[in-house]
């Protein structure tokens, strides 16, 4: 069923931590409903938008490292590409953020 796709360890992880993340915030959203409210993101915004913001720029992030990785590897002088758990880490740090205080 999911043979058109390679499930590494980072991508199972990732997509298991945006299932969790949507079902935390449902339950959340079911039992403190969310006011809009202004961060550092040019609009009004509730919990769910910011989720939806964090998960884009999470995607974006993990893509343009996966773009760049073989140059990182060239400029740095590597002898392998860098782990796609550093883009991981930072996409998640960078969510945390956005869904705190966006």
Do not use: I
């Given at each position: 069923m999911f043979d058109w796709m390679?499930?590494?360890t980072p991508v199972a992880v990732f997509f298991s931590c945006i299932v969790l993340m949507l079902v935390?915030?449902?339950?959340w959203e079911i039992?403190?409903?969310t006011v809009l409210r202004k961060g550092f993101l040019p609009i009004a915004t509730t919990r769910g938008d910011r989720l939806f913001i964090?998960?884009?720029t999470a995607a974006y992030i993990?893509?343009?490292f996966v773009g760049i990785a073989g140059k990182l590897a060239e400029w740095l002088a590597?002898?392998?590409e860098p782990s796609v758990w550093i883009?991981?880490?930072l996409?998640?740090?960078v969510l945390v953020l956005i869904m705190r205080k966006g």
């Open positions: 390679v499930w590494t935390g915030m449902t339950v039992k403190s409903p964090g998960l884009l993990n893509l343009g590597l002898e392998a883009s991981f880490l996409s998640m740090a």
